[in-house]
């Protein structure tokens, strides 16, 4: 009998030969990495050699439901898509919500596999406990929202749809994984490793009610029954009830959390009209509130602009969004940005990469380095909203200046030249999200040595000097511009990030929970006792293995520069983090002694990895030692 809060089975499909079977896997390594993509960096580390062409039919392209997905737990809904990156080469993964982990589960699967590489474009469809790979020729060329309505046509109600837009089918390295309509995986470039297989969508088709076994139902109820009300007494449940993320927009413009002009601007000087794309004004075009999968939050929501050049209906931009094709490009004119959210969310494309992409172009555009006879006619000004809309549809289509664009600010630098790669906002090939190290410098360290680099997600430290927290996870605050001792809360939020993602439990929720709604959570489920201490160490072996990854790709986080104006060099003359600049190997140093990993490569040193168990690991690494 499998692990309860499992279905003790993956699937393993392979495109080239168009064979699927049903795995098992043993109790152990369920609790031992938690599902998500703790289970996908343990498979993808044993069964995938290293050297694979990311985009070629080697590379193993994995969704994963995490341990805790469907039990009904405070946002366990979610799931991850993961594989090698084209993006940076390294570990790349992307999380997303909605009810597509939890219809995984229902299907009877905790994961699924995906190699080879099929001749002609093809879906994935789970039905009944069968699977079958089915011709998508006809299916070929529609945007996520077509794609979803036609699997729903074909299958019905209950089933959810995973699949890739436009972008992904032409191999966009900014290309993410859609479900149901508006919820996206999308970082790290793998909607391209979906197009490269011709996998246009993967149909998971449940039996209506989800119904995963729990080793303790009574326990679990009573228990999240009072981590509901405790969410519910913090303040930031009512902000995300009432906005989503939108309603932090102006207030983190106005902290010196978003980056404003390509990361080059003061926010009072050159965007003090942050007010118009945040909060009130997005909420005005909301029409309907949604959730994802039972959770409490309840922060999604469907908008429509029903006049004007940029008119359209959607999903409400959050804040990411606005802050990327908003603050970062200097325009405040919101329908504009609703509608590259749209036509991004259509095209399977992140936002964070693209707008931060149009903002470099921009940019490029201003110092003479492309003209309009580059562009097609495009005139790309800070602040132009029709020309914003315009190069984002270009990039969508990858047609005309939108190719040299579609892979993102490091290629585009590269076609372009000039001395173009001054103005390119990445850390390994992935444009930097909206929070500013300038204001919150740990942010800084994430950035660059998660092993997928660029990514908020990655909680840290960067959260309590933002002024938010996990209650009771890290107890003294960190003063934001003291280093010295950081490393050790750094290293224990992100463990506890790690494996609680990885068990499939939304970060928004974990920011308002106590860490005893995680173990609570665990034990309940599983029948197995949880502690703190076990969660951490389970997300310590999580870290280390996705790193490992990197390293046996012959990719080293510490080698990543991060561009000059992201760490205040110079620093900025005016505005809340004016003089600023940060520290950022100090940070990396102590982050580095506190992960027990090697000051000097950044990889996890022999003696960590055998301490978590991870001697395969080891032996891979240090081959010499063993």
Known sequence: MAVPGTTGSILIVDLTSGETRRERLSDDVYLTYLGGYGLGSYLLYQRQPPGVDPLGPENTLGF??????????????????????????????????????????????????????????VYLLVRDGEAEILPADDWWGLDTTETDDRATEAYGPHARTACIGPAGERMSLMACVMNEKYRAAGRSGLGAVMGSKRLKAVVLVGPGKIDVPIADAEAYRQAMARHREFLKSQPRYTIMRQYGTCGSMAGLVAKGDTPIRNWSGVAERDFPTASRISDDAVIALERKKYACWRCPLACGGLTEVTDGPFAAAGHKPEYETLGVFGAMCLNDDLASIHLCN????????????TGGTVAFAIECFENGLITRDDTGGIELRWGGAEAIVAITRAIARREGFGAVLADGTKRAAERIGHGAERFAIHVGGEELPMHDPRLVPSAATTYKMDATPGRHTQVSTWILELGSATPGLVEQPQPQ?????????????????????????CMFGLFSLEPSALTDSLTCVTGHPFTLDDVLTRGARIAALRTAFNHREGVRNVDFPIPDRVIGRPPLDAGPTAGRTVDVDAQVADYLAAMGWDAETGAPARETLLGLGLDFVADDLYPAET
């Open 481 to 505: 511009y003291h280093y010295p001792g950081k490393g050790k809360a750094h290293a224990r939020m992100n463990n506890y990030f790690h494996a609680a993602q990885s068990a499939g439990m």
């Open 64 to 121: 994963f439901a995490g341990l805790l997905t469907g039990t009904g737990g405070i946002t366990s809904n979610r799931y991850v898509v993961v594989a090698k990156s084209p993006k940076t080469g390294g570990w790349g993964d992307a999380n997303s919500g909605g009810t597509f982990g939890p219809t995984m589960k229902a299907a009877g699967l905790d994961g699924i596999l995906i190699t080879g590489q099929s001749r002609t474009p």
């Open 342 to 353: 749209d036509l991004c969310n259509r095209a399977g494309l992140d936002t964070i990469s």
